[in-house]
T-cell receptor, first 113, second 118 residues
Framework: TQLLEQSPQFLSIQEGENLTVYCNSS?????LQWYRQEPGEGPVLLVT?????EVKKLKRLTFQFGDARKDSSLHITAAQPGDTGLYLC?????????????FGKGTLLTVNP | GAVVSQHPSWVICKSGTSVKIECRSL??????MFWYRQFPKQSLMLMAT?????????EQGVEKDKFLINHASLTLSTLTVTSAHPEDSSFYIC??????????????FGPGTRLTVT
């Protein structure tokens, strides 16, 4: 079973601060995705990273995939209250034919105004 | 973009009754759909993988006789919680993979169904 350790589990910061969320595993993933979920809604895909060492930017969000494709990070610059939500990383298993995703436990981010 | 809907969005039922939740891909065909369960402030836990025209594959610890999955068409999968108990109360989310792009990395998630068993 491939596991994804996500940290921190909870994060409460002030508006304007920077933060980084980490997603680590001992296993290699074919690709890794980051989602954001608001209460009572389904997860919304933010980004997919595929290549080791890949860096993707989405406005104030920067996503990085580790060289060995075992870990990833999400960095938010100048956080805003609208960034509040549950951030989930999910890895697609190497091999197999059903493309199952393994989810991390999530990081619940609260950005206070 | 690819849209997945779920119905109902929330449901309250009495203990011992059965509840059916629908998951539909609205603008694409999905050979594979996934059913997840999520408790408050926790991550998604995969319950089963639903393949069109074949039996679902359940994750370890998930009772297949309690959580019946039917993927009868390329746009519809249903999850029936049979003989529901209060501990089955949860947020159920489905996702779907686009049939046209078999190498696509993405699963498209539905908005979820809140089940409360009283």
């Amino acid at each position: 079973t491939q596991l994804l350790e996500q940290s921190p589990q909870f994060l409460s910061i002030q508006e304007g601060e920077n933060l980084t969320v980490y997603c680590n595993s001992s296993s290699v993933f074919s690709s890794l995705q980051w989602y954001r979920q608001e209460p009572g809604e389904g997860p919304v895909l933010l980004v997919t990273v595929v290549t080791g060492g890949e860096v993707k930017k989405l406005k104030r969000l920067t996503f990085q995939f580790g060289d060995a494709r075992k870990d990833s990070s999400l960095h938010i610059t100048a956080a805003q209250p609208g960034d509040t939500g549950l951030y989930l990383c999910a890895g697609r298993n190497s091999g197999g034919s059903n493309y199952k995703l393994t989810f991390g436990k999530g990081t619940l981010l609260t950005v206070n105004p | 973009g690819a849209v997945v809907s779920q119905h109902p969005s929330w449901v309250i039922c009495k203990s011992g009754t059965s509840v059916k939740i629908e998951c539909r891909s609205l603008d694409f065909q999905a050979t594979t759909m996934f059913w997840y369960r999520q408790f408050p402030k926790q991550s998604l836990m995969l319950m089963a993988t639903s393949n069109e025209g074949s039996k679902a594959t359940y994750e370890q610890g998930v009772e297949k006789d309690k959580f019946l999955i039917n993927h009868a068409s390329l746009t519809l999968s249903t999850l029936t919680v049979t003989s529901a108990h209060p501990e089955d109360s949860s947020f159920y989310i489905c996702s779907a993979r686009d049939r046209v792009w078999p190498e696509s990395y993405e699963q498209y998630f539905g908005p979820g169904t809140r089940l409360t068993v009283t």
